[in-house]
């Protein structure tokens, strides 16, 4: 995962291999099964989270209760809400 990191993060800026142990230190892994979701409903989110595989789907709810897709997510990705 170290060298998978140190490769993404070259693409934005130039970052040294041990450097990624810091952060890397840093981070909290959250894993998400199928339709699992990021964060709930009115729930706060203060972190950014990266996504290693697949697809995620950002979305709210309108005044109408239908969802409504504002974002997707790829793979390699950082996002947040």
């Not at 990191?5 to 934005?12: F, K, M, R, V």
């Not at 892994?29 to 950014?48: D, H």
Request: no cysteine; net charge neutral; aromatic share 12%.
């Amino acid at each position: 995962m170290k060298e998978e990191l140190h490769t993404i993060l070259n693409q934005y800026a130039p970052i040294l291999i041990n450097d990624i142990d810091l952060l890397i230190s840093k981070w909290t892994v959250k894993e998400l099964k199928r339709q699992e979701n990021f964060i709930t409903f009115r729930q706060r989110n203060n972190s950014v989270g990266f996504l290693r595989k697949g697809l995620l789907r950002s979305y709210y709810h309108d005044d109408k209760g239908n969802e409504q897709t504002t974002a997707f997510i790829e793979e390699n990705s950082f996002f947040q809400n």
